[in-house]
């Protein structure tokens, strides 16, 4: 079954950077675009970054251009989120998310506070 487990989360201080995993499993993944979301307290879960099968596309939530970088490695069949700058609007739970044959699949999610 597909499984989606996200790590690397934490508390950092403003200004700080952190780099999210998510190792995926149970499809094949290099075929697949894969999603960060994120979904801060009393909010609606949005979108963060995606990137598409191969890598070469990636897109990007307009607060977080040019702070954020998501990557995959399809050998290792995981995507990353790498956040610096980090504010603490960016505090939030932040999810891996994939839709394969029209069903959508989260991780568990990761917390991440950005807080002095």
């Known amino acids: 079954q597909v499984q989606l487990v996200e790590s690397g989360g934490g508390r950092v201080q403003p200004g700080g950077s952190l780099t999210l995993s998510c190792a995926a499993s149970?499809?094949?993944?290099?075929?697949?675009?894969m999603t960060w979301y994120r979904q801060a307290p009393g909010q609606e879960r949005d979108l963060v970054a995606s990137i598409s099968p191969s890598g070469d596309n990636t897109n990007y939530e307009y607060s977080v251009r040019g702070r954020f970088a998501i990557s995959r490695d399809n050998t290792k069949n995981t995507v990353y989120l790498q956040m610096n700058s980090l504010k603490p609007e960016d505090t939030a739970v932040y999810y891996c998310?994939?839709?394969?044959?029209?069903?959508?699949?989260w991780g568990q999610g990761t917390q991440v506070t950005v807080s002095s």
């Open positions: 998310y994939v839709r394969r044959q029209q069903v959508d699949y």
């Open positions: 149970g499809f094949t993944f290099s075929m697949y675009g």
